[in-house]
């Protein structure tokens, strides 16, 4: 998954930037339309295929499921290993209610195959947690008051885990590019500014 | 094809419950008015909440829907023969399947059929799957094939009266007669002016696209069924689904847990209850109907395009005196209200004795609107704030002396001219001007380079706010002291469980975190109408309240005995009973023995009626900053004040988050968000958040204040408390344009204020000289 370098006005080296996910993801999301429109009634469907056995590394846990490989990792990871705590928003790449982190860095994950996502580690919402408590940037997210409804809010705290692992001590621009691939439709990108910069301070007293 | 008994309630609750308490408003509160974290933001940051799009049962299917790709069609013949063999797929229904053989109303009167041979839009349900996976539904979904009559269409308001249009409806293009409204003789008005201003604006149609998409599980237990809805109302819910499958609502059960945004589309059922029944009934399976997001741009709703041609008097010393205003729009196919409301500020918000205002209401073939956050609000003042902008400035007054000229004192649009309850408009004026630093920054340069920075303005009120009958809570309390709160409003997201667990903390000294409460769901929580138009507060506040009071007056019933204190010599502190006369004579709650023999106290509030011959309305003043690249026609917005009037301050923080929940949604209207139509087919071209644009992080302001007016409204209920989630999105986009005009002196009358529209202007400005 790439990610821009030079989007917006203070550059953000981690977290889905809008531009550079197009960039990349692009020629593989018309790939799979174009398959789709050339469906004839009856014919096995395009993209289709027997079950496969993938093995997925979530949250620190290998958990093995068999998966259609058109199946997204988002699909699998709430309708198969049941972490519905990733959301889906429009499963074409645009809201980052999906965001999960792979390898640590924040990827969309109804633009990734189940497949793909073999042999790396995948974390959710659920593994920033510390057992029953809320983590860092949740606990930020809370003291903030950064949401209203909730639902795009697991993808905007792991993009902020993401960015602050990147970056742990980001200007308020590098917030505002780092948070630009999560869309949130109630418009509380205020409070989330202020919840990344208190999530910033109490990781770094948390040491984390 | 029967026709089922719809439920409808018509005009004011007959008999609702005489309150049980009636007390006084709060002269000082302990809990309510602070900032406090929501009681249930555990559950949504942590992802233990369960939205009813996560809601996954065992042996579940999961349903598509074939949708009409035409804008003005009938179907000829649907073949789903072939697929039912398909991989994976369970029930396949389309118009000719008995099981689906269902009305479905789009208003009071106008019906259809579930699946009906005539589409009039794009997005029209024709058919549905439901199988073992998503994908082997959409599989089966592109393999059915659909024989359609296409007809010419009318995607364009303006153009739908023209002779010759494509009928949407036998019978022409308008939804009944214009309405009209008038007081006062507004050519007599016109007469008295010292200037006379006319200018049409638009604004362009808005979809809500609330971040969890549309859609519910069913699954049926013999004759009873279950929804998990994505609602803003499970009661309303219950009713459409339970009168069209012609069951008892005892048998339908919607549980509505969480739900991630509606902002009005999800007010009410859908198409996809009724389908996903039908499937599971079909299957004897769960089946999960979520729409896809591209789905969610054509048949859920959108706030209407509005046409406005405003006409306004005022003499020079600021004195309104006429304003005529004629309204265009369209509500889609079918008559749901496509210019309601949208002339109420006009002939609401500002003192002005002569007002003519004219709707017409007309069909295209587009997907049917629904109530958007303030219906009709933002685009009435789109028109009438930039109007009132132009007044201004044509008698040389500055905006804000013109508005606080002419604040009224009654509701002069409503039947006898009732005065408000209370009217914060002037201070939300004048506090909010201060605040906002408004007469320096007004004088201000606008910058000598190629960006230019200015300043706007804009007020409004919202009609309703004030909530009203019925609502009926229940509170618990526990023998330690703890307390459950059962009621059936959902918490859409702004702050409902939070502000209602804090009223119960305030009677009853409970903390926070020992209040369990119940999420919306019809077989378990109390009575409550759909959360929206701003009255979930006002309406479940007192109810809530008076449910602890009762609870109160019996936990003093109880510690009188045991205090042997007369109970109405009572009061909590803390966790316990204590005597007003000796604070020596105390008990704490969880030793009380009367309540442990009990096990539970339970008290029943309900809301009250509303005070008569009068008006509670919230109202709200705006202030903005914005730059504009006169090179390109950009427009960044720098800082948002609101100033707004809800009556007391439930929780600082929540409310914080609606007001820049607003003004984000209204940057959205002033800036990027319109639908477009194709012209060659008439479908919605920007289907999607790639191409219809919302606001993201990059495009508003992090310095965004919120000043409330803190005045309890003491006549609106006894919480004091008015509505705020939509006077807060309502000026907005007003303010943004007059922000536009200040900075560079191009009046943007139609909405988006897109760089290539503003460009343009610019450029006519300079060609004009």
Redesign the interface.
């Given at each position: 998954m790439g990610h821009d370098q030079n989007d917006g006005k203070g550059g953000c080296p981690q977290g889905v930037s809008r531009r550079g996910f197009f960039t990349a993801v692009g020629a593989g999301a018309l790939g799979a339309a174009t398959l789709g429109r050339s469906q004839t009634p009856g014919a096995p469907p395009a993209g289709a295929a027997e079950p496969t056995k993938v093995t997925l590394r979530v949250n620190g846990r290998a958990h093995t499921v068999l998966a259609e490989p058109r199946w997204t990792l988002l699909f699998v990871l709430r309708e198969r290993l049941g972490l519905t705590g990733t959301k889906v928003g429009c499963e074409r790449g645009e809201c980052g209610a999906c965001t999960v982190l792979l390898d640590g860095t924040p990827v969309y994950a109804c633009m990734m195959l189940a497949l793909e996502a073999e042999g790396h580690e995948v974390t959710t919402l659920e593994g920033l947690m510390n057992g029953e408590e809320l983590g860092p940037v949740q606990q930020a997210f809370l003291q903030e008051d950064a949401f209203q409804c909730g639902y795009c809010t697991p993808g905007q705290i792991v993009a902020a885990e993401g960015l602050l692992r990147a970056n742990p001590q980001p200007t308020l621009e590098e917030i505002r590019a780092g948070m630009s691939g999560n869309l949130c439709r109630c418009g509380t990108y205020a409070h989330i500014f202020k919840a990344v910069k208190k999530a910033s301070e109490l990781k770094k007293v948390a040491g984390r | 094809m029967k026709t089922p008994k719809l439920y409808f309630v018509d005009g004011a609750v007959p008999e609702s419950p005489a309150p049980t308490d009636t007390p006084a408003p709060w002269t000082e509160t302990r809990v309510v008015g602070k900032s406090l974290?929501?009681v249930d933001?555990?559950?949504?940051?942590?992802?233990t909440?369960?939205?009813p799009?996560?809601v996954?049962l065992p042996d579940m299917l999961y349903a598509a829907v074939l949708r009409c790709p035409h804008a003005n069609a009938r179907v000829r013949k649907v073949d789903g023969s072939?697929?039912e063999?398909?991989?994976g797929v369970r029930a396949v229904i389309t118009g000719d399947s008995k099981a689906a053989d269902l009305r479905w109303y789009y208003t009071r009167t106008v019906f259809t059929k579930l699946f009906d041979p005539t589409c009039r839009f794009e997005g029209e349900a024709v058919a549905a799957v439901a199988a073992e996976?998503?994908?082997?539904a959409w599989?089966a979904v592109?393999?059915?094939?659909v024989e359609y009559e296409v007809f010419p269409f009318v995607a364009d308001e303006r153009k739908a009266l023209e002779p010759g249009a494509p009928a949407v409806h036998d019978g022409g293009n308008r939804v009944g007669e214009p309405e009209k409204y008038q007081r006062g003789d507004v050519v007599k008005g016109f007469a008295e002016a010292d200037k006379v201003l006319e200018a049409s604006y638009r604004t362009a149609a808005e979809f809500?696209?609330?971040?969890?998409?549309h859609g519910c599980v069913a699954r049926w237990d013999g004759k009873r069924l279950t929804l998990w809805d994505s609602t803003q109302g499970v009661y309303g819910v219950q009713q459409r689904v339970a009168s069209l499958l012609e069951m008892p609502l005892a048998n339908v059960r919607v549980i509505g847990s969480?739900?991630?945004?509606g902002?009005g589309s999800k007010l009410q059922a859908d198409k996809y209850n009724l389908i996903a029944a039908v499937l599971a009934k079909l299957t004897a399976r769960p089946v999960k109907l979520?729409l896809?997001?591209e789905e969610t741009f054509l048949c859920v709703g959108n706030r209407p395009p509005a046409g406005m041609r405003l006409k306004a008097g005022v003499k020079n010393d600021g004195t309104l005196t006429a304003f005529d205003l004629t309204v265009l729009g369209t509500g889609g196919a079918y008559p749901t209200g496509g210019t309601g409301l949208v002339d109420w500020l006009v002939r609401d918000l500002y003192t002005c004795p002569n007002v003519r205002t004219e709707a017409t209401d007309v069909y295209i073939n587009g997907g049917p609107s629904r109530p958007m956050r303030a219906p009709g609000h933002p685009q009435g003042a789109w028109a009438l704030e930039q109007m009132m902008d132009a007044l201004a400035e044509a008698i040389g007054m500055d905006p804000v002396q013109l508005r606080l000229k002419n604040v009224p004192t009654v509701s002069q649009a409503n039947e006898g001219q009732p005065p408000y309850t209370t009217t914060g408009l002037r201070q939300c004026l004048t506090e909010g001007a201060k605040a906002f630093g408004w007469d320096a920054v007004r004088r201000r340069s606008k910058g000598d380079g190629p960006v230019k920075r200015g300043v706007g303005v804009a007020a409004g009120l919202w009609i309703a706010g004030d909530g009203g009958p019925p609502a009926t809570v229940i509170v618990k309390l526990f023998p330690d002291g703890s307390a459950n709160l059962n009621m059936g409003a959902s918490d859409?997201?702004?702050?409902t469980k939070t502000v209602m667990a804090m009223v119960v903390a305030e009677e009853l000294g409970v903390p926070l975190e020992q209040i369990q409460i119940e999420n919306a769901d019809t077989g378990t929580t109390e009575y409550a109408t759909a959360s929206g138009g701003s009255k979930t507060v006002p309406t479940e506040a007192p109810a809530v309240r008076s449910a602890a009071l009762a609870v109160k007056r019996q936990l003093f019933e109880l510690a009188a005995e045991e205090l042997k204190v007369p109970a109405n010599q009572l009061y909590i502190e803390g966790d316990a009973v204590v005597s007003t006369k000796d604070p020596k004579v105390t008990k704490k709650i969880a030793a009380l023995q009367g309540l442990r023999r009990r096990g539970l106290l339970i008290g029943v509030g309900t809301r009250g009626p509303n005070i008569e011959g009068k008006v509670i309305n919230p109202f709200v003043a705006q202030f903005c900053e914005v730059e504009v690249d006169t090179r390109t026609g950009e427009v960044e917005v720098l800082r948002f004040l609101s100033a707004n009037d809800s009556g007391r301050v439930m929780n600082r923080?929540?409310y914080?988050?609606?007001v820049?929940?607003?003004?984000?949604?209204g940057i959205g209207l002033a800036l990027t968000e319109q639908r477009v139509f194709d012209r060659q087919t008439g479908k919605v071209v920007n289907r999607?958040?790639?191409d219809y644009k919302?606001?993201?992080?990059?495009d508003?302001?992090?310095?965004?204040t919120s000043l409330p007016i803190d005045v309890p409204d003491p006549e609106a209920n006894t919480t004091g408390a008015k509505g705020l989630g939509e006077p807060v999105t309502i000026p907005t986009a007003a303010a943004v344009a007059n922000a536009v005009y200040d900075a560079v002196g191009v009046r943007v009358t139609e909405s988006p204020i897109s760089p290539m529209r503003l460009i343009g202007l610019i450029a006519a400005r300079g060609k004009r000289g």
């Amino acid at each position: 998954m790439g990610h821009d370098q030079n989007d917006g006005k203070g550059g953000c080296p981690q977290g889905v930037s809008r531009r550079g996910f197009f960039t990349a993801v692009g020629a593989g999301a018309l790939g799979a339309a174009t398959l789709g429109r050339s469906q004839t009634p009856g014919a096995p469907p395009a993209g289709a295929a027997e079950p496969t056995k993938v093995t997925l590394r979530v949250n620190g846990r290998a958990h093995t499921v068999l998966a259609e490989p058109r199946w997204t990792l988002l699909f699998v990871l709430r309708e198969r290993l049941g972490l519905t705590g990733t959301k889906v928003g429009c499963e074409r790449g645009e809201c980052g209610a999906c965001t999960v982190l792979l390898d640590g860095t924040p990827v969309y994950a109804c633009m990734m195959l189940a497949l793909e996502a073999e042999g790396h580690e995948v974390t959710t919402l659920e593994g920033l947690m510390n057992g029953e408590e809320l983590g860092p940037v949740q606990q930020a997210f809370l003291q903030e008051d950064a949401f209203q409804c909730g639902y795009c809010t697991p993808g905007q705290i792991v993009a902020a885990e993401g960015l602050l692992r990147a970056n742990p001590q980001p200007t308020l621009e590098e917030i505002r590019a780092g948070m630009s691939g999560n869309l949130c439709r109630c418009g509380t990108y205020a409070h989330i500014f202020k919840a990344v910069k208190k999530a910033s301070e109490l990781k770094k007293v948390a040491g984390r | 094809m029967k026709t089922p008994k719809l439920y409808f309630v018509d005009g004011a609750v007959p008999e609702s419950p005489a309150p049980t308490d009636t007390p006084a408003p709060w002269t000082e509160t302990r809990v309510v008015g602070k900032s406090l974290p929501r009681v249930d933001a555990y559950d949504r940051l942590s992802g233990t909440a369960v939205y009813p799009s996560d809601v996954v049962l065992p042996d579940m299917l999961y349903a598509a829907v074939l949708r009409c790709p035409h804008a003005n069609a009938r179907v000829r013949k649907v073949d789903g023969s072939l697929v039912e063999r398909m991989p994976g797929v369970r029930a396949v229904i389309t118009g000719d399947s008995k099981a689906a053989d269902l009305r479905w109303y789009y208003t009071r009167t106008v019906f259809t059929k579930l699946f009906d041979p005539t589409c009039r839009f794009e997005g029209e349900a024709v058919a549905a799957v439901a199988a073992e996976t998503p994908q082997q539904a959409w599989d089966a979904v592109r393999a059915i094939t659909v024989e359609y009559e296409v007809f010419p269409f009318v995607a364009d308001e303006r153009k739908a009266l023209e002779p010759g249009a494509p009928a949407v409806h036998d019978g022409g293009n308008r939804v009944g007669e214009p309405e009209k409204y008038q007081r006062g003789d507004v050519v007599k008005g016109f007469a008295e002016a010292d200037k006379v201003l006319e200018a049409s604006y638009r604004t362009a149609a808005e979809f809500h696209t609330p971040m969890e998409l549309h859609g519910c599980v069913a699954r049926w237990d013999g004759k009873r069924l279950t929804l998990w809805d994505s609602t803003q109302g499970v009661y309303g819910v219950q009713q459409r689904v339970a009168s069209l499958l012609e069951m008892p609502l005892a048998n339908v059960r919607v549980i509505g847990s969480y739900m991630g945004g509606g902002f009005g589309s999800k007010l009410q059922a859908d198409k996809y209850n009724l389908i996903a029944a039908v499937l599971a009934k079909l299957t004897a399976r769960p089946v999960k109907l979520f729409l896809t997001r591209e789905e969610t741009f054509l048949c859920v709703g959108n706030r209407p395009p509005a046409g406005m041609r405003l006409k306004a008097g005022v003499k020079n010393d600021g004195t309104l005196t006429a304003f005529d205003l004629t309204v265009l729009g369209t509500g889609g196919a079918y008559p749901t209200g496509g210019t309601g409301l949208v002339d109420w500020l006009v002939r609401d918000l500002y003192t002005c004795p002569n007002v003519r205002t004219e709707a017409t209401d007309v069909y295209i073939n587009g997907g049917p609107s629904r109530p958007m956050r303030a219906p009709g609000h933002p685009q009435g003042a789109w028109a009438l704030e930039q109007m009132m902008d132009a007044l201004a400035e044509a008698i040389g007054m500055d905006p804000v002396q013109l508005r606080l000229k002419n604040v009224p004192t009654v509701s002069q649009a409503n039947e006898g001219q009732p005065p408000y309850t209370t009217t914060g408009l002037r201070q939300c004026l004048t506090e909010g001007a201060k605040a906002f630093g408004w007469d320096a920054v007004r004088r201000r340069s606008k910058g000598d380079g190629p960006v230019k920075r200015g300043v706007g303005v804009a007020a409004g009120l919202w009609i309703a706010g004030d909530g009203g009958p019925p609502a009926t809570v229940i509170v618990k309390l526990f023998p330690d002291g703890s307390a459950n709160l059962n009621m059936g409003a959902s918490d859409i997201g702004t702050g409902t469980k939070t502000v209602m667990a804090m009223v119960v903390a305030e009677e009853l000294g409970v903390p926070l975190e020992q209040i369990q409460i119940e999420n919306a769901d019809t077989g378990t929580t109390e009575y409550a109408t759909a959360s929206g138009g701003s009255k979930t507060v006002p309406t479940e506040a007192p109810a809530v309240r008076s449910a602890a009071l009762a609870v109160k007056r019996q936990l003093f019933e109880l510690a009188a005995e045991e205090l042997k204190v007369p109970a109405n010599q009572l009061y909590i502190e803390g966790d316990a009973v204590v005597s007003t006369k000796d604070p020596k004579v105390t008990k704490k709650i969880a030793a009380l023995q009367g309540l442990r023999r009990r096990g539970l106290l339970i008290g029943v509030g309900t809301r009250g009626p509303n005070i008569e011959g009068k008006v509670i309305n919230p109202f709200v003043a705006q202030f903005c900053e914005v730059e504009v690249d006169t090179r390109t026609g950009e427009v960044e917005v720098l800082r948002f004040l609101s100033a707004n009037d809800s009556g007391r301050v439930m929780n600082r923080l929540t409310y914080e988050n609606q007001v820049i929940g607003g003004i984000t949604m209204g940057i959205g209207l002033a800036l990027t968000e319109q639908r477009v139509f194709d012209r060659q087919t008439g479908k919605v071209v920007n289907r999607n958040w790639h191409d219809y644009k919302i606001p993201t992080a990059m495009d508003v302001p992090a310095d965004m204040t919120s000043l409330p007016i803190d005045v309890p409204d003491p006549e609106a209920n006894t919480t004091g408390a008015k509505g705020l989630g939509e006077p807060v999105t309502i000026p907005t986009a007003a303010a943004v344009a007059n922000a536009v005009y200040d900075a560079v002196g191009v009046r943007v009358t139609e909405s988006p204020i897109s760089p290539m529209r503003l460009i343009g202007l610019i450029a006519a400005r300079g060609k004009r000289g």
